[in-house]
């Protein structure tokens, strides 16, 4: 075996090759090692220097965005329309428009929770000499002073100076205030409104930031490796400290120390200063940490990094004796495999990574390819698919709607809309080389401009004879006669436009309205009805279904029609089953004037319908067959319309109510075997979505889907809260350890299985073991 390894390892290049670069590697903790014993002491005053600086920037930019919230809420409040009415309103004395401010102090009010720097604010209203605040309205401003009021500024010069002056974005330094008789010191933020005051304020908006606020912004910093942190204005002035006095402040000079621009710099106490400005408002933040914890730790790394790197050295040859082995051996089995299905014998490259690198180039070539030649058929596969849909060849609604879903840029507006078929009139019989080219030509500038008209339709058009042309008209609503209406004028629009451009003359025909794309293929059938009909007419006009004359000798009850309402039968699909049966009694009853004769031939065929649908999946069941061959062959011939029409959709619901039925039957069968599964297999730490699609056999979307849908919880949160059950018994009944009964339930890792137990319990696993106890 040693011999087997040794020759495996000799004859492989690519294991050669790992070796020798981890062998490489080994020689860098050793010369890492011996540069740390030296210049430990930088590296650890560096680490603290970046960490405080990037918590230091941290908070800087949170204060930033808060500041930024609270002049955005100045600038909203200045475009509040009720607010802007009460300061323009002309005031007449001892008269308050009461709701107005009720109203606007409401609208107001719900500011103060969107930021808690907005907790204490009041706008000032010059012209009612009122006061807003979060807990109310003060009509006598005296009032609201003698609550909350600066301590160092009198009343005349608040009224002069705060709310009697124009302010834009203007922000006073810490200075103390009394709030409601509690001493604090307060930063203020002023602003006049409206924004676009010059001369006169109409009022101001006057936000209170508590000191503590801002200052709870910084003490990570001071908390982590102790001292101080400090914000000033551009001016020098105190906005915000923690763990230290205006008086040391003032010792330090500290404005001047940081005014040169460095952002680290030591002053004579062996303190660090790191300071950083802000772009948005100016602020100088500044942070003071002691020489001494920032340089404790130096001495024990370097010891500490000498340990490591001769250990490394140690594990490290024989990890790279296995990580060689391990790491080269799924590449030697892609170059086998690449070898073996590319049929190459030897490698046509220098080395292995090259090889590798130029199949797969040669793969990704050929994906590229591949998406390129399916981007260049989409406007073919939209085509086919108009085509499908104008002839009915799905089988249901849904199948329509899946392939439109795999079509990214088929667009239709809606279910509801018409079909048209323009005809290019005087080509009749006319087969040439030239002829052919002239109808290209004019079916082109056709669809040009009716690409060029789309608003309110989406037309969808497609070719269905050299002088003919389908289009699929959608809505976004139901169609009316104003809809039908406005498509009249397209195209007498697009009628007029060839004729006086082009000289061509044609014929339109539109079916009438359908209000699903299942029963677009109908209205298709009735615009050729319409089209063949307009030969008895002398001029080229629009033609609608329903002018024209139908037929009343025979029924109407199609091959297509039928295969519809067996198709959405077979799938449960009640509603589209009632839609398309309603549609055919409009048609033979509402449209045409049927003898008895063929009534009665009509019926043969629907019972003849239930008859076929018995021979197809699930009907062909005996139980089931049972039930419903001997309603079908009781179904007669009334003489009431309505009473026949009430008959055959009990039949066609009770078929409908059969399919789903079984549906359900499946569906359970198939919940039940996966709960099943969970249940046996959840030990399993690499229990997976895939493996579950495979011992059910279905895929592995449809899978998640349907649990989601029965069930109403995911397919990952019940596996969890299995889990999480098994756990709960092994905490009560076993003396396990947390790690152990983290892997007996399927975990890989300790810390995931206490933060899913306490995600579904509420409390962590040893919580809840002690509480047991």
């Known amino acids: 075996m040693k011999l087997k390894f040794n020759l495996r390892f000799k004859h492989s290049p690519i294991f050669r090759s790992f070796l020798i670069s981890y062998v490489l590697i080994l020689f860098i903790p050793m010369l890492t090692g011996f540069i740390s014993y030296f210049v430990s002491s930088d590296i650890i005053k560096t680490n603290s220097l970046e960490a405080s600086a990037m918590m230091l920037n941290q908070s800087k930019d949170i204060l930033d965005r808060r500041m930024e919230e609270v002049e955005n809420i100045t600038r909203q409040l200045s475009l509040d329309q009720d607010l802007n009415y009460l300061l323009n309103e002309q005031v007449e004395a001892d008269h308050f428009n009461v709701y107005a401010l009720w109203k606007s102090w409401r609208n107001t009010t719900a500011y103060s929770l969107t930021n808690n720097f907005l907790e204490d604010f009041y706008i000032y209203l010059d012209n009612y000499q009122v006061i807003f605040t979060p807990s109310g309205v003060f009509v006598r401003p005296d009032d609201y002073y003698d609550l909350y009021h600066y301590q160092d500024i009198d009343h005349s010069q608040w009224k002069q100076d705060i709310v009697g002056k124009i302010h834009r974005r203007e922000t006073l330094p810490s200075q103390p205030f009394i709030n409601n008789g509690k001493k604090t010191n307060v930063i203020t933020y002023l602003q006049s409104i409206p924004f676009d005051s010059f ?29 101080w942190a400090y914000i000033c204005d551009k001016d020098g002035h105190t906005i915000a400290r923690m763990g230290i006095e205006d008086s040391q402040i003032q010792a330090l000079n500290i404005p001047n120390l940081i005014s040169n621009g460095s952002t680290n710099t030591f002053v004579e106490d062996k303190t660090l200063l790191i300071s950083s400005k802000s772009t948005y408002n100016g602020w100088v933040y500044v942070v003071g940490l002691p020489k001494s914890t920032v340089m404790k730790q130096s001495e024990f790394i370097a010891k500490v990094t000498w340990i490591i790197t001769a250990s490394t050295l140690l594990l490290g040859i024989v990890a790279a004796l296995l990580f060689a ?159 039908a209406d406005e498509l009249a004028a397209v195209f007498d629009l697009l009628r007029e436009y060839v004729k006086a451009e082009y000289r061509i003359q044609m014929t339109v025909a539109i079916g009438s309205s359908f209000q699903a794309l299942s029963d677009s293929s109908r209205s298709f059938e009735e615009a050729r009805e319409a089209l063949d009909y307009s030969v008895l007419i002398e001029e080229a006009k629009t033609i609608w279904y329903q002018d024209i004359i139908k037929e009343s000798t025979t029924y109407y009850y199609p091959i297509d029609m039928e295969l519809r309402i067996m198709n959405a039968v077979k799938i449960g699909e009640l509603h589209e089953v009632y839609r ?26 629907l019972k003849g319908t239930f008859f076929k649908l018995l021979q197809h999946s699930p009907f062909t069941d005996q139980a089931v067959s049972e039930g419903l061959k001997p ?41 039940s075997k996966i709960v099943t599964f969970l249940e046996s297999h959840y030990p399993d730490s690499d229990l997976n979505l895939y493996r579950i699609s495979v011992a059910v056999e279905l895929p592995e979307k449809y899978i998640s889907q349907l649990f989601k849908e029965q069930t109403g919880e995911n397919l990952s949160d019940y596996l969890e809260k299995i889990r999480i059950k098994n756990a709960t018994d092994l905490l009560f009944n076993s003396e396990h350890t947390i790690d152990e009964i983290s892997q007996h339930v399927g975990y890989n890792s300790a810390h995931a299985f206490r933060r899913a137990f306490k995600r579904v319990s509420g409390v962590s696993p040893s919580i809840y073991r002690k509480t047991l106890n």
């Open 631 to 671: 309603r079908v062959e009781q179904l007669q011939l009334s003489t009431s319309l309505e009473r026949l029409r009430n008959e055959i959709l009990g039949l066609l619901e009770a078929f409908c109510n059969r399919v789903l039925k079984k549906k359900e039957n499946s569906t359970g069968e198939i919940i």
């Open 580 to 605: 398309i049966f309603e549609q055919l009694l409009e048609q033979n009853f509402s449209e045409r004037q049927l003898s008895a004769e063929m009534v009665q031939q009509l019926f043969g065929e």
């Open 199 to 227: 001369q006169h304020s109409l009022g101001t908006v006057v936000i209170l930031i508590d000191e503590s606020e801002i200052a709870k912004m910084l003490e990570r910093i001071p908390k982590q490796y102790g001292g």
């Open 325 to 483: 082995y391990r790491n080269s051996a799924p590449i030697n089995r892609i170059v086998t495999a690449f070898r073996e299905q590319t049929g190459q014998g030897s490698y046509k490259a220098k080395n292995e990574y090259d090889f590798l690198q130029g199949n797969i180039s040669n793969l990704l070539a050929s994906q590229k390819s591949l998406e390129e030649e399916l981007r260049c058929q989409q406007p073919l596969l939209e085509d086919a698919f108009v085509k499908r849909l104008l002839k009915g060849e799905f089988d249901s609604l849904q199948e329509v709607r899946t392939l439109m879903h795999s079509l990214p840029n088929m667009n239709l507006k809606g279910d509801a809309g018409y079909v048209a078929i323009i005809r290019i009139n005087g080509y009749s019989g006319l087969i040439s080389k030239e002829i052919i080219h002239e109808l290209n030509t004019a079916r082109l500038l056709m669809k040009k401009f009716l690409h060029e008209v789309e608003g309110m339709f989406q037309l969808n058009v497609t070719d269905i004879d050299s002088d003919k042309i389908a289009i699929l008209i959608t809505l976004d609503e139901e169609a009316d006669s104003s809809k």
